[in-house]
């Protein structure tokens, strides 16, 4: 009750000399060493407040003191959050001035007393601001993000020599939250929103980048539009999948947090053979993988119908993004077309897969003048061909057949072959192999391309025909137009 009394004494008083004591005595307060008398004082003036002097006054005495002066310069106070600080206020003389610290045209304090605690509490919420011991500094603890700002120290007294400090909160960023749209699996197509929430004092700048195919780099106007602190995708494709990264700064400090984007797609099912031969009561498995996010239903058909689990002609065995169909065909209605099948929720894709007792052909290709292809055929083969046509001219395909190995070949029969001028005449060659079984020719390989020198046969580099390939048997005859190779069993 008694600092309340005062302070409003002082405040009173304060109102009183600004329009009153123009002319009045140059100090209102004592340098003598003695705390001021705030009862006298504020007595005085407050039965006394149409008086345009002291006259009356008992402080008569203090009359003839010099003006007290400022001696603390301006200064930017930097400060770390939770820390305190103590604002300087050195006056002179030392003693009996009677100071007050504002802020915003907000009192804090006069003298050493400090404004009623209900004041305090409307103006910061806390209690943290003190004023130092046996001085005119100003001390606040666990200062706070809103303490930054200007302070200012007064002398009271006519002219009152002032200082105004400032005060910079430093606080080192930290990213707080950093999140996607979608929680970062966003739909092919849609857009993407990325916000990196962050505190730091000075308020901090944020970086953006992203890992992508090549490697990390940084997002730019090109890549979205930037507000504060989030960045907006539109469209986002398949490639804007990927690692991406809030990298916040200031002049304290730094942080940096990261997040992984997903973009869904509808799936992409892949099989790895079109064609697949088999025979009665031999065993066949059909692979099937899925690509792409999100996991899939997948599921299997034989000739458009589906296949059901409780099939006990097939076994399907899934695992993850893979999955197999086994089949033992026991007639020949077993064979035909499967399809393998996967939906999510962004749409469905299937692709199929014959199941043939014809041969297959796999791996055609060329590789200079050298040809090779693997036969798979469970029923022995019976022909194997190739044709050729020279791609510049209009001639009709040349066929050739290649003599045949005995017997089947069930895990994959690799053949390799030689073409060469001398045999073919020189010429860029568009090349197919059929392969024919007691059920019928394969299906064409897609056609190799084979460019041919025209060369003396005399000098025929090694390298056209490799003798330390055990596969490859180098015909004797020229006789044959084409020259074959038959390996392994
Ligand atoms: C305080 O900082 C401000 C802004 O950075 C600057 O203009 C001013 O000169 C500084 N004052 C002092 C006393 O260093
Ligand atoms: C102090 O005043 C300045 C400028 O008028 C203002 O930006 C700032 O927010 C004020 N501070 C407080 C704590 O009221
Ligand atoms: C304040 O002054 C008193 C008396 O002059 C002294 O006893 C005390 O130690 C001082 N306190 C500080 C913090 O300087
Ligand atoms: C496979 O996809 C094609 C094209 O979308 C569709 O016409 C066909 O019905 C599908 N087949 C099966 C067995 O689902
Ligand atoms: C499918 O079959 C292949 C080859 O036999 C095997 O490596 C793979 O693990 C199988 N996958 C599943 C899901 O059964």
Same mark, same amino acid.
């Given at each position: 009750?008694?600092?309340?009394?005062?302070?409003?004494?002082?405040?009173?008083?304060?109102?009183?000399?600004?329009?009153?004591?123009?002319?009045?005595?140059?100090?209102?307060?004592?340098?003598?060493?003695?705390?001021?008398?705030?009862?006298?004082?504020?007595?005085?003036?407050?039965?006394?407040?149409?008086?345009?002097?002291?006259?009356?006054?008992?402080?008569?005495?203090?009359?003839?003191?010099?003006?007290?002066?400022?001696?603390?310069?301006?200064?930017?106070?930097?400060?770390?959050?939770?820390?305190?600080?103590?604002?300087?206020?050195?006056?002179?003389?030392?003693?009996?001035?009677?100071?007050?610290?504002?802020?915003?045209?907000?009192?804090?304090?006069?003298?050493?007393?400090?404004?009623?605690? $209900?004041?305090?509490?409307?103006?910061?919420?806390?209690?943290?601001?003190?004023?130092?011991?046996?001085? /005119?500094?100003?001390?606040?603890?666990?200062?706070?993000?809103?303490?930054?700002? /200007?302070?200012?120290?007064?002398?009271?007294?006519?002219?009152?020599?002032?200082?105004?400090?400032?005060?910079?909160?430093?606080?080192?960023?930290?990213?707080?939250?950093?999140?996607?749209?979608?929680? &970062?699996?966003?739909?092919?197509?849609?857009?993407?929103?990325?916000?990196?929430?962050?505190?730091?004092?000075?308020?901090?700048? !944020?970086?953006?980048?992203?890992?992508?195919?090549?490697?990390?780099?940084?997002?730019?106007?090109?890549?979205?539009?930037?507000?504060?602190?989030?960045?907006? !995708?539109?469209?986002?494709?398949?490639?804007? =999948?990927?690692?991406?990264?809030?990298?916040?700064?200031?002049?304290?400090?730094?942080?940096?947090?990261?997040?992984?984007?997903?973009?869904?797609?509808?799936?992409?099912?892949?099989?790895?053979?079109?064609?697949?031969?088999?025979?009665?009561?031999?065993?066949?498995?059909?692979?099937?993988?899925?690509?792409?996010?999100?996991?899939?239903?997948?599921?299997?058909?034989?000739?458009?119908?589906?296949?059901?689990?409780?099939?006990? $002609?097939?076994?399907?065995?899934?695992?993850?993004?893979?999955?197999?169909?086994?089949?033992?065909?026991?007639?020949?209605?077993?064979?035909?077309?499967?399809?393998?099948?996967?939906?999510?929720?962004?749409?469905?894709?299937?692709?199929?897969?014959?199941?043939?007792?014809?041969?297959?052909?796999?791996?055609?290709?060329? @590789?200079?003048?050298?040809?090779?292809? /693997?036969?798979?055929?469970?029923?022995?083969?019976?022909?194997? @061909?190739?044709?050729?046509?020279?791609?510049?001219?209009?001639?009709?395909?040349?066929?050739?057949?290649?003599?045949?190995?005995?017997?089947?070949?069930?895990?994959?029969?690799?053949?390799?072959?030689?073409?060469?001028?001398?045999?073919? &005449?020189? &010429?860029?060659?568009?090349?197919?192999?059929?392969?024919?079984?007691?059920?019928?020719?394969?299906?064409?390989?897609?056609?190799?391309?084979?460019?041919?020198? =025209?060369?003396?046969?005399?000098?025929?580099?090694?390298?056209?025909?490799?003798?330390?390939?055990?596969?490859?048997?180098?015909?004797?005859?020229?006789?044959?137009?084409?020259?074959?190779?038959?390996?392994?069993?």
């Amino acid at each position: 009750m008694e600092l309340r009394r005062l302070s409003i004494y002082l405040a009173l008083f304060v109102l009183v000399c600004v329009s009153q004591c123009t002319e009045a005595r140059s100090t209102k307060y004592s340098g003598e060493g003695e705390d001021v008398n705030y009862d006298d004082v504020l007595a005085d003036e407050a039965s006394d407040d149409e008086a345009q002097n002291d006259a009356d006054g008992g402080n008569d005495a203090d009359e003839d003191v010099e003006d007290a002066i400022m001696l603390t310069q301006a200064t930017n106070y930097s400060v770390a959050i939770g820390r305190n600080v103590r604002l300087e206020c050195r006056v002179s003389p030392a003693d009996g001035v009677v100071v007050q610290w504002t802020r915003n045209n907000t009192k804090y304090f006069i003298g050493t007393l400090k404004r009623t605690e $209900q004041d305090l509490k409307t103006y910061t919420g806390q209690d943290r601001f003190f004023i130092a011991a046996n001085s /005119t500094d100003l001390l606040i603890k666990d200062v706070q993000p809103s303490d930054s700002g /200007t302070y200012r120290c007064e002398i009271l007294q006519m002219n009152p020599p002032s200082v105004e400090h400032n005060i910079v909160i430093t606080e080192s960023p930290k990213v707080i939250r950093f999140y996607a749209s979608d929680s &970062g699996r966003v739909p092919e197509g849609s857009d993407l929103l990325l916000t990196c929430e962050a505190s730091g004092s000075p308020p901090p700048q !944020i970086l953006w980048s992203w890992d992508g195919d090549n490697g990390n780099h940084r997002l730019t106007e090109k890549d979205g539009e930037f507000t504060a602190n989030s960045v907006f !995708i539109r469209n986002v494709k398949r490639q804007n =999948a990927g690692k991406y990264y809030c990298y916040v700064f200031n002049t304290v400090g730094n942080d940096q947090a990261e997040l992984a984007v997903n973009v869904l797609r509808k799936p992409r099912v892949h099989v790895h053979r079109t064609v697949v031969n088999s025979d009665l009561n031999v065993e066949a498995v059909l692979e099937c993988s899925i690509h792409d996010e999100p996991a899939s239903h997948i599921r299997w058909y034989k000739d458009g119908r589906l296949i059901e689990d409780s099939s006990r $002609q097939y076994s399907v065995s899934t695992n993850g993004q893979h999955s197999n169909l086994t089949v033992i065909p026991s007639s020949d209605m077993d064979f035909g077309t499967f399809t393998c099948e996967a939906e999510n929720n962004l749409g469905k894709h299937n692709r199929s897969i014959e199941l043939v007792q014809r041969p297959v052909v796999e791996d055609f290709m060329s @590789e200079g003048t050298k040809l090779s292809w /693997t036969v798979h055929s469970h029923q022995p083969i019976e022909a194997m @061909e190739l044709q050729l046509r020279d791609v510049n001219g209009d001639e009709d395909w040349r066929t050739v057949s290649v003599p045949v190995p005995a017997g089947g070949a069930r895990r994959g029969l690799p053949v390799s072959f030689e073409l060469e001028a001398a045999d073919v &005449g020189a &010429g860029k060659y568009e090349v197919a192999v059929k392969v024919r079984n007691s059920k019928g020719w394969s299906q064409h390989a897609d056609p190799a391309l084979v460019d041919i020198e =025209a060369q003396p046969e005399y000098i025929r580099p090694a390298s056209v025909y490799l003798p330390s390939s055990a596969y490859s048997i180098r015909p004797s005859l020229a006789l044959l137009p084409l020259i074959y190779v038959l390996v392994r069993f």
